[in-house]
């Protein structure tokens, strides 16, 4: 089993930056990728960005130029770097880890979910 707790959320104007953090801890050894998904009230939930063990990165087009996903396996530890936020930014963003060995996987194969943080982005 793998657990995942994040970190970092809160309430940001628009343009400020936020860097939200999920520490993993448990059978870590079997994690490959790690990612981080959003869900805004009313929309379905979307991948925002996620990193393989390997380094290989991927992006929403939402959010390309201005987020950055990074890893750091000492810690065991996946960070989020939000930039330039804008309003439409607002959701729950879920940490997750998948222990497959697709590079990008699909959100049904992510196995571990954490229990979500709060972004908001006011105007």
């Known amino acids: 089993q793998v657990q995942l707790v994040e970190s970092g959320g809160g309430l940001v104007q628009a343009g400020g930056s936020l860097r939200l953090s999920c520490a993993a801890s448990g059978s870590i050894f079997s994690i490959n990728v790690m990612g981080w998904y959003r869900q805004a009230p009313g929309k379905q939930r979307e991948l925002v960005a996620s990193?393989?063990?390997?380094?290989?990165?991927n992006y929403a087009r939402s959010v390309k130029g201005r987020f950055t996903i990074s890893r750091d396996n000492a810690k065991n530890t996946v960070y989020l770097q939000m930039n330039s936020l804008k309003p439409e930014d607002t959701a729950v963003y879920y940490c997750?880890?998948?222990?497959?060995?697709?590079?990008?996987?699909?959100?049904?194969?992510?196995?571990?979910w954490g229990q979500g943080t709060q972004v908001t982005v006011s105007s």
């Open positions: 990193i393989s063990s390997g380094g290989s990165t």
């Open positions: 997750n880890a998948a222990t497959g060995i697709a590079t990008f996987p699909g959100a049904d194969e992510y196995d571990y």
